[in-house]
């Protein structure tokens, strides 16, 4: 997308190598640390699901080859050991405004408008969250700038 060009948006990606716990489907993680022009604004955990891997785009079925590059970050029968590849910076930015939408509300609020139980700590925890994700999205980009990320990313 133009707009992360113009505005110097930039990620860099560490893969997490991890299990897959028994009963959940295998899941692509990595450590993303969000720049603009080059000068880190924000770090988070980013996932994406099985699809996302390479192995799976060949074989349209959820392998033991595609659970392992989802674990290990390692393209399925590489022998040059590459790793799959990092995030799309559209996905991970369109993630951000997701996160950052509706932490403008009280938690309560925010909380029902999301299916979360607004007795729940680990609700709080992820409201709280967002609320950094929002902070950090707020203190990097101008209200212009923002809002034209939140139009270009409204139906991403």
């Known amino acids: ?9 930039t990620i860099d990606a560490t893969f997490i190598p991890h299990d897959t716990p028994a009963g959940e489907s295998p899941t692509l993680r990595w450590r993303v640390s969000v720049r603009r022009n080059g ?9 994406a699901g099985f699809a996302h891997a390479p192995e799976y785009k060949k074989a349209k079925a959820l392998t033991a080859a595609v659970k392992a590059e989802c674990e ?10 590459r790793g799959v590849p990092p995030p799309p910076v559209a996905d991970v930015i369109g993630s951000l405004l997701l996160d950052a939408s509706g932490t403008d509300e009280r938690f309560e609020d925010w909380a029902g408008n999301y299916g979360f139980d607004p007795d729940s700590r680990t609700a709080e925890r992820m409201y709280r969250a ?15 700038e923002l809002a034209a990320l939140e139009t270009a990313f409204a139906d991403y």
């Open 39 to 47: 000068r880190e604004f924000h770090a988070t955990d980013y996932s």
């Open 1 to 9: 997308m133009d707009i992360l060009n113009n505005l110097g948006i």
């Open 130 to 144: 967002c609320q950094e994700t929002a902070a950090a999205l707020r203190r990097t980009f101008t209200p212009d």
């Open 72 to 81: 290990t970050g390692i393209r399925y029968g590489d022998r040059l050991g």
